[in-house]
Antibody, heavy 129, light 108 residues
C-alpha cells in the first residue's frame, strides 16, 4: 500500500529556511493532491499547502509569503520549503495524500473531498539557535 | 469559516458511547467535511469523509452525521484504542483546509 516518509533536518536556526521532503512509496503521485500539515507541540493541526501532481499549488494565506512546495515525479517525492523561520514554526510536520475529485462538466461540475487518507509518520522540527 | 468542536474533553468509560460535535460558523457542503482520530505520538487517521462515509477499514462503531453548520461524530461502545483526540476538518474555504481545535476523549 501507499506509504509516505518525511525527511529533513530536525533543527533549524531562526531566520533560516526549513526544508523537508516527503517520499511516496507503493504508489504514484499521479492524480492526487499532496499536502503538508503541521502541529505545534501540544496544539492542533494547521494545513500549510498542497501541490497537485501536475505542479499546481495552493498555500495557506497565513504562510503563503514564506512557503514553497515543489514536486519531483521522477523521484516520486514532493518537498516543502519555509523561509525566515521563527520559534513559532517549531512543530511536527506531516505530509499527506489528499483525495479531491471533480465530476461533471460546465455548470454541472462539482467537487467531492474524500479526505487526507494516507499520512507520513511526521517529522519534528525545532527552530532554535 | 471557523470550526468549533465541543466538548474540549470527554471523560468516558470503555463500553460507553461518545458524541462529539463540530459546528461551522456558516453553512458548509456535507461532501467537504471529514473527521480524523489522532493518538499520542501518531499521525492523524482518516475516519469519516463526506460527513457520513466511513473510510476504508474504519469499524461501524464510528458514524458521522450532520448538515449545514452542525456535524456529529458518534462512537458507540468505546474500546481502549478509541481514547484519542478527534478533529473535524473542512475543505473549501480560505485557507483551503481548516481543522477544528479537537476533542479529547479520555478514560474516566
Amino acid at each position: 500500500q501507499v506509504q509516505l516518509q518525511e525527511s529533513g533536518p530536525g533543527l533549524v536556526k531562526p531566520s533560516e529556511t526549513l526544508s523537508l521532503t516527503c517520499t511516496v512509496s507503493g504508489g504514484s503521485l499521479n492524480n492526487y493532491y499532496w499536502s503538508w500539515i503541521r502541529q505545534p507541540p501540544g496544539k492542533g493541526l494547521e494545513w500549510i499547502g498542497y501541490i497537485y501532481f501536475s505542479g499546481d499549488t495552493n498555500y495557506n494565506p497565513l504562510l503563503k509569503s514564506r512557503v514553497t512546495i515543489s514536486v519531483d515525479t521522477s523521484k516520486n517525492l514532493f518537498s516543502l520549503k519555509m523561509s525566515s523561520v521563527t520559534a513559532a514554526d517549531t512543530a511536527i510536520y506531516y505530509c499527506a495524500r489528499t483525495v479531491l475529485r471533480s465530476y461533471g462538466s460546465g455548470t454541472s461540475r462539482y467537487s467531492y473531498y474524500y479526505g487526507m487518507d494516507v499520512w507520513g509518520q511526521g517529522s519534528p522540527v525545532t527552530v532554535s539557535s | 469559516i471557523v470550526l468549533t468542536q465541543s466538548p474540549g474533553t470527554l471523560s468516558l468509560s470503555p463500553g460507553e458511547g461518545a458524541t462529539l460535535s463540530c459546528r461551522a460558523s456558516q453553512s458548509v457542503t456535507n461532501t467537504y467535511l471529514t473527521w480524523y482520530q489522532q493518538k499520542p505520538g501518531q499521525a492523524p487517521r482518516l475516519l469519516i469523509y463526506g460527513a457520513s462515509s466511513r473510510a476504508t477499514g474504519i469499524p461501524d462503531r464510528f458514524s458521522g452525521t450532520g448538515s449545514g453548520t452542525d456535524f456529529t461524530l458518534t462512537i458507540s461502545r468505546l474500546e481502549p484504542g478509541d481514547f484519542a483526540v478527534y478533529y473535524c476538518q473542512l475543505y473549501g474555504d480560505s485557507p483551503l483546509w481548516t481543522f477544528g481545535q479537537g476533542t479529547k476523549v479520555e478514560i474516566k
